[in-house]
Structure formats: C-alpha cells, structure tokens
C-alpha cells in the first residue's frame, strides 16, 4: 500500500487549512500522524473505514476533522481555528486492521510522505 499526501501549508492563527491523503490499496484504517520540530511523533485522528468509527487526540477535538474523501480511498484532514502548536510535519498513515492502540505511532507500518504545515502567530 503507497499513501501519498497533499495539501498543508501556511496559515494564520485561527485560520484554517486542508490535508488529502490517497491509498493505491484499500486499508482498515487510515489516519493522520503529526511531528513537531525536536518531538517526538503524536497522534492526531484516525478513522476506521469499515465501520466509520473516527478517533482524535484532544489537542485537536472540536477544530480538526477527518472524513473519507469524495473520490476513491482518500481521506480529507479538515483543519480550523489553527494554533502555533499545530506547527508540524503531519504524516498520512495507514493499517489494515484496527489497533486498541491507534495512538501509537509504533503500530503503523504504511506512512505517507510528510506534508509541512506551519501556523504563524
């Protein structure tokens, strides 16, 4: 399975931007991953393509929203009111089943390309 990521960016805080990751291959999950400079990878929302069961980190609930996209298996990455801590590389993931530990970057052997987004204060 090959992900390829699109979108990010710069934006203003507040202001809002939007990620598109696409799968050459149907996964059970897919998701996004983030990478602040000098941190260690976070988690920020997966979505479960079977039963349409969406998970996100709480930094990001309320502002960042994950849908399937509107052609083949693409997922759209939804994000508003963006802070200066948003700042960081986000990276498409993929798995073929569900994990009770989505959170962890460890479980996650398909990653996409990072795609840089930056918030300016």
């Known amino acids: 399975v090959q992900l390829q990521a699109s979108g990010g960016g710069l934006a203003h805080t507040g202001g809002s931007l939007r990620l598109s990751c696409a799968a050459s291959?149907?996964?059970?999950?897919m998701g996004w991953f983030r990478q602040a400079p000098g941190k260690e990878r976070e988690f920020v929302t997966i979505?479960?393509?079977?039963?349409?069961?969406?998970y996100y980190a709480d930094a990001v609930k309320g502002r960042f929203t994950i849908a399937k996209g509107s052609a083949g298996l693409t997922i759209d990455l939804q994000m508003n009111n963006l802070r200066p801590e948003d700042t960081s590389v986000y990276y498409c993931?993929?798995?073929?089943?569900?994990?009770?530990?989505?959170?962890?970057?460890?479980?996650?052997?398909?990653w996409g390309q990072g795609t840089l987004v930056t918030v300016s204060s």
């Open positions: 993931v993929a798995r073929l089943s569900y994990s009770l530990a989505y959170y962890d970057p460890e479980q996650y052997g398909i």
């Open positions: 291959e149907r996964t059970g999950v």
């Open positions: 979505i479960r393509w079977s039963m349409g069961r969406i």
